[in-house]
C-alpha cells in the first residue's frame, strides 16, 4: 500500500472553524477500485490508523476503477495527449469533518494531506499515487 502526502498547503489558524472543503484532482480511474482515507496533518497515517479528529481524520472518498490498468502503449499514448499524469483522470471532492479541521489548524499555520488508499477487495492493488494534486477550498457557497 501506498500512502501519498502532498506539499503542504499554507493556511490560516483563523480558517479553524470554517467548513472546509479538499478538491482532489488527477485520480485514476483507469486502475485498481479502492478508498481514499483523508487525514490531515498526519503523513505517518497508514490502514491501521484510528478514524478519529484526534489523528486527522478528515473522512473518505472511492474510486471504482476500470480493473486492471491500461497496456503501456495505450496509457503512455493517453498521458502524452493530456500532459503526463493520470490515464482516465477524475475529480473527487470531501467535505473535510469540522472538528477534525478545528483541531489541526488550531496548532498550526500548514495543512499537509495524505490519503492512504485501502483496495476495494481484500488483498487487491492499490494506485502507486492515489492523487496528482489537491487544493482545500473554505467556506464554498457559504453566504456572505
Same mark, same amino acid.
Given at each position: 500500500?501506498?500512502? /501519498?502526502?502532498?506539499?503542504?498547503?499554507?493556511?490560516?489558524?483563523?480558517?479553524?472553524?470554517?467548513?472546509?472543503?479538499?478538491?482532489?484532482?488527477?485520480?485514476?480511474?483507469?486502475?485498481?477500485?479502492?478508498?481514499?482515507?483523508?487525514?490531515? &496533518? &498526519?503523513?505517518? @497515517?497508514?490502514?491501521?490508523?484510528?478514524?478519529?479528529?484526534?489523528?486527522? /481524520?478528515?473522512? @473518505?472518498?472511492?474510486?471504482?476503477?476500470?480493473?486492471?490498468?491500461?497496456?503501456?502503449?495505450?496509457?503512455?499514448?493517453?498521458?502524452?495527449?493530456? *500532459?503526463? *499524469?493520470?490515464?482516465?483522470?477524475?475529480?473527487?471532492?470531501?467535505?473535510?469533518?469540522?472538528?477534525?479541521?478545528?483541531?489541526?489548524?488550531?496548532?498550526?499555520?500548514?495543512?499537509?494531506?495524505?490519503?492512504?488508499?485501502?483496495?476495494?477487495?481484500? *488483498?487487491?492493488?492499490?494506485?502507486?499515487?492515489?492523487?496528482?494534486?489537491?487544493?482545500?477550498?473554505?467556506?464554498?457557497?457559504?453566504?456572505?
Amino acid at each position: 500500500m501506498a500512502t /501519498y502526502t502532498a506539499p503542504s498547503i499554507p493556511v490560516s489558524r483563523s480558517l479553524a472553524s470554517r467548513r472546509a472543503e479538499l478538491v482532489f484532482t488527477g485520480i485514476d480511474q483507469a486502475g485498481p477500485s479502492f478508498e481514499g482515507r483523508v487525514f490531515l &496533518n &498526519n503523513p505517518d @497515517a497508514d490502514e491501521s490508523t484510528a478514524r478519529t479528529p484526534e489523528t486527522g /481524520y478528515a473522512g @473518505a472518498f472511492h474510486v471504482y476503477g476500470y480493473g486492471t490498468p491500461a497496456p503501456p502503449a495505450i496509457a503512455e499514448k493517453a498521458r502524452q495527449a493530456q *500532459g503526463g *499524469g493520470a490515464v482516465a483522470p477524475i475529480e473527487k471532492r470531501l467535505r473535510a469533518d469540522e472538528a477534525t479541521v478545528r483541531a489541526v489548524l488550531g496548532g498550526s499555520d500548514e495543512l499537509t494531506v495524505t490519503v492512504v488508499p485501502v483496495a476495494a477487495d481484500p *488483498g487487491g492493488a492499490t494506485p502507486d499515487r492515489p492523487f496528482e494534486h489537491v487544493d482545500i477550498v473554505f467556506d464554498r457557497g457559504a453566504a456572505e
